[in-house]
């Protein structure tokens, strides 16, 4: 859903599918950077779960610093994934996924249940049973999504959202560094080979129009989530040497309401909107992990060893819990109808306690900040808007401190600033919008390994860079996608003097990517059919701060065809990677990840 979004890279651990990997401006958003309806879903230690995309209506990316708005994130931005929630007319569908080693099917229904349109619902489910391109891979699905709205009158809206997922998967495949060998290849133990999640949601949007120009807004989620890990890793090529084994029992809860009320008035001079919200979240996590090894294996002859031949030792018994109180406002004014003015600013107060169980001791910070935005458009024409903008970001830390690694000294919240400047045209010709984005992001407080468990929060890193991008319906029948990002980041301070001035790890100079598909519309029998093509350009990088560890630039090609069969029944056949391109995304500790090789997919799908 991001691989052909402008400023955005994804999938930099390739096979490894255990998270939404993806980067927004060169910064790792993985653990901060999600949020569903607007409230966050972060991620402290390993417990987390994807999202099902089949339940998402909407994917929203806002890049750059967003802290005045959204809290606790990095400077390069955030994705916003809105859920399906029930629609006012009656709908439905059904369908079924084919390709080699995976069957999906799913359903997704819903409309008024009343005359009146009082009350409406929405139900989606998803069943999966699937296999990854490696040995002993596996991607099992399974996902159910209630949902109720209840509007007694056209100002005044209720919805109810839940969902159920249960999901079996399994960590990527690394490899040694230099060692020609098949991606598919499986260097664990097939008996302990597994992150399997399991996760309910339950939450409300509620809105209420008091028809004076005020509008009151309450959005909030309660998630509870369970997480079985087990994996075998570090094959050598002396099968002498021991293999690493990981293990994570654990689970989590978080509850996120946040509270708007926005104001929009106008003068015979200006139009105003005022925005005032109040968030708290609340995570807690309590996770057992155990580190050990397993026996060497022969990488060239495989023979598995099972079970009996792990051993593990307790690691870390902790919990780590994280209450944030946010207090934030925006003011948003155009004047003349050519100028926009957006002044924002936040407070956060972040209160974090660590208990490290099998010790007997505790962490307990508390951290906070006021982070602030002020922003300027200028229309110069209908069609054509110049801007710039100021932002802040704020995002503690929540690590272990006692074992394993340790960060030196007191854990401090990382800060970021971003300046921005751009243009966006709107052609009057044809349905278009073209953008371009020039920045320049700093990060301080980042941590930094300065020995191999060690780490110092002295780093700062920065990213400048350049945006472009195009989106294009040339007519009915063709539509066009144009992304192009420029990263020019570096290292400014790390604590080792050599890494000064290098390029951050895993992170690209360049990315891009076009698309175009184009509808053959349908006569008599014959229905509408529907070609596209995409080629993601992912340019070099680097697996290390040193830069030593080179990950090579690669050029991967998608494609798809749809037809539709009747007007309610359509096949649409999908591929990623068609041309089943060998390539790399990490170089990570002398462990190197392959990217996922050529998918085929069809769908069919019938709706009424």
């Known amino acids: 859903a991001l691989a052909y979004t402008a400023g955005v890279a994804v999938d930099e651990f390739g096979s490894d599918d255990r998270y939404d990997y993806f980067r927004i401006r060169g910064f790792d958003e993985t653990s901060n950077g999600t949020y569903r309806d ?92 699937a296999d990854r391109d490696q040995d002993y891979s596996i991607d099992d699905r399974l996902y159910f999504a209630p949902a109720l709205t209840f509007s007694p009158t056209d100002s005044t809206t209720l919805t109810i959202l839940t969902d159920y997922s249960k999901t079996k998967t399994n960590a990527g495949y690394g490899f040694p560094y230099g060692v020609d060998i098949d991606p598919n290849t499986f260097l664990g133990e097939p008996d302990f080979n597994k992150f399997d999640t399991e996760q309910g949601d339950i939450g409300y949007l509620f ?97 598995y060893c099972g079970r009996r031949c792990i051993f593990l030792s307790p690691y870390i018994d902790w919990k780590p819990e994280q209450e944030v109180l946010g207090i934030y406002g925006q003011e948003q004014l155009t004047l003349s109808e050519r100028w926009i003015v957006t002044l924002g600013g936040r407070y956060d107060y972040v209160d974090t306690e660590v208990e490290y169980i099998d010790w007997g001791l505790a962490d307990h910070t508390t951290d906070e900040a006021f982070t602030t935005r002020a922003g300027v458009t200028y229309k110069a024409t209908e069609g054509l808007a110049f801007y710039a903008n100021y932002s802040e970001s704020f995002q503690p830390l929540v690590a272990p401190t006692f074992n394993g690694y340790s960060i030196a000294g007191s854990i401090d919240p990382q800060m970021g600033t971003q300046y921005e400047v751009g243009v966006k045209y709107e052609p009057e010709s044809f349905d278009a919008l073209f953008t371009l984005a020039l920045f320049d992001l700093t990060q301080t407080n980042v941590p930094t390994y300065i020995n191999p468990v060690v780490q110092s929060q002295i780093g700062e890193v920065r990213n400048r860079g350049i945006e472009l991008e195009g989106k294009m319906a040339l007519d009915d029948r063709t539509n066009i996608t144009l992304a192009y ?25 360049h990315l891009a990517s076009a698309w175009i598909d184009y509808t053959i519309p349908g006569q008599g029998r014959f229905g509408d059919l529907t070609l596209g093509a995409g080629i993601r350009y992912v340019g070099s990088s680097y697996g290390d701060a040193a830069n030593l560890a080179v990950i090579p630039g690669y050029t991967l090609v998608d494609a798809m065809v749809s037809y539709q069969v009747t007007d309610r ?13 060998t390539y790399i995304t990490a170089n990570y500790y002398n462990t190197v990840y392959y990217g996922d090789g050529r998918r085929i997919l069809g769908t069919l799908k019938y709706t009424w």
């Open 38 to 129: 607007g409230l966050p879903m972060r991620i402290a230690g390993w417990t987390a779960a994807r999202t099902e995309t089949y339940g998402l209506q909407r994917v929203e990316v806002l890049k750059g610093s967003t802290s005045t708005l959204f809290g606790l994130n990095s400077p390069g931005g955030i994705v916003n994934l809105i859920t399906k929630r029930p629609l006012s007319t009656t709908h439905a569908e059904v369908l079924t996924t084919l390709g080699d080693g995976y069957i999906r099917t799913g359903t997704d229904f819903g409309g008024p249940i009343d005359e009146q349109g009082v009350w409406s619902y929405r139900f989606t489910g998803l069943w999966q049973d």
């Open 207 to 303: 809105e209420h129009d008091f028809a004076t120009g005020l509008v009151f807004r309450q959005n909030a989620r309660y998630t509870h989530i369970d997480l079985d890990y087990e994996q075998v890793y570090g094959g050598a090529i002396d099968p002498s040497v021991n293999r690493e084994a990981f293990a994570v029992y654990s689970s989590g809860n978080r509850f996120a309401i946040d509270n708007q009320l926005q104001y929009d008035t106008e003068w015979n001079w200006a139009e105003s909107k005022s925005l005032f919200g109040v968030e708290y979240d609340y995570d807690s996590v309590h996770e057992d992990v155990y580190y050990g090894y397993a026996y060497g294996i022969n990488i060239s002859k495989l023979n």
């Open 485 to 509: 990002s420029y990263w020019d980041a570096e290292i400014i301070e790390d604590g080792i003097v050599g890494n000064i001035g290098n390029r951050p790890d895993l992170v690209p100079e």
């Open 569 to 581: 029944l359509s096949l649409a056949v999908n591929a990623t990677n068609l041309f089943d391109e």
